[in-house]
């Protein structure tokens, strides 16, 4: 699996800092989710996602009035919504966040706090917690779920192709 270069270090950097369950290696956890969420840091565009928008299930309007759409994107190479970043202390501008660094330190920050924190012990539950904002509700994103889990495999297979 291709890895861009940045985004490798950068999660070699902060892998030791995920309290990953037993049996999941932290960093290809973090490559695997940042395969499918930007081809492995290549793809690092923001995505609105409209459930963020005014109106939107989600939407912190005092956010969005002060960043727009900005502030109902995900970022980086772990594609981490602003919104859920912002929550969990991060208070940088939303382009900051899609900086390597900062993204993948928040997505850390956000699987040991809501993920790992909140009682997920297996690659898929992690992915659907990750996609979808919990393991243990009715929302269980299968191929999202499969794609993790095919990347998780391949790297553990054959590693990364750091380019």
Request: aromatic share 8%.
């Amino acid at each position: 699996m291709r890895i861009e270069k940045e985004t490798h270090q950068v999660i070699q950097k902060h892998a030791g800092s995920l309290n990953a369950p037993a049996g999941l290696d932290p960093a290809l956890l973090l490559m695997a989710l940042s395969v499918v969420e930007s081809s492995g840091g290549f793809n690092n565009q923001c995505r609105v996602e409209p459930a963020y928008r005014p109106g939107g299930r989600y939407c912190d309007q005092a956010l969005y009035d002060r960043y727009g759409d900005d502030a109902a994107a995900s970022w980086g190479p772990l594609q981490i919504m602003y919104v859920t970043a912002h929550e969990l202390g991060y208070e940088g501008s939303p382009p900051e966040l899609g900086q390597p660094s900062e993204c993948v330190r928040m997505a850390v920050k956000l699987i040991n706090q809501r993920i790992v924190g909140r009682g997920a012990t297996t690659l898929e539950q992690i992915a659907d917690a990750y996609n979808s904002g919990g393991f243990k509700d009715q929302i269980v994103p299968q191929d999202y779920i499969r794609k993790v889990e095919d990347a998780y495999q391949s790297l553990v297979a054959e590693g990364p192709e750091v380019l």
